[in-house]
């Protein structure tokens, strides 16, 4: 059952495809800001994956979030997501990212409830 609070915390090990360098977001070879956006969508994803009815999926509608600190190659990550509003088939969550003990960012993320057939009926 979709309810608020559904939380899913989604892991990552830096590697140098997540870098700024690799990615082009920056020149360092640090964790790139794109690279922690997608795991703190992931995290949101998961989060309700399990409880939406057969065919539906949830898609990505806006992020806010902060990137505080640096994660250099070989740093493990990882980036919870909780839902705290839901509206119809928009979701809110959430998210803080973290490494260790340290809060490397956090932010806030919409997603929406989609039919995965007729949304990629519209492509």
Do not use: C, W
Request: net charge negative; no cysteine.
């Amino acid at each position: 059952m979709l309810k608020e609070g559904l939380t899913h915390t989604s892991m990552l090990t830096v590697k140098d495809s997540d870098t700024a360098l690799h990615l082009g977001s920056g020149d360092m070879p640090v964790l790139a800001t794109p690279a922690l956006m997608a795991l703190m969508e992931n995290a949101a994803m998961l989060a309700v994956a399990g409880e939406l009815e057969e065919g539906q999926t949830t898609v990505g509608g806006h992020i806010e979030s902060s990137h505080v600190k640096p994660s250099k190659v070989g740093e493990r990550v990882e980036a919870t997501a909780t839902l705290v509003r839901i509206e119809g088939r928009k979701l809110y969550y959430h998210i803080t990212a973290r490494m260790g003990d340290v809060i490397i960012g956090e932010g806030k993320h919409l997603r929406f409830i989609v039919d995965r057939e007729r949304f990629l009926s519209k492509l």
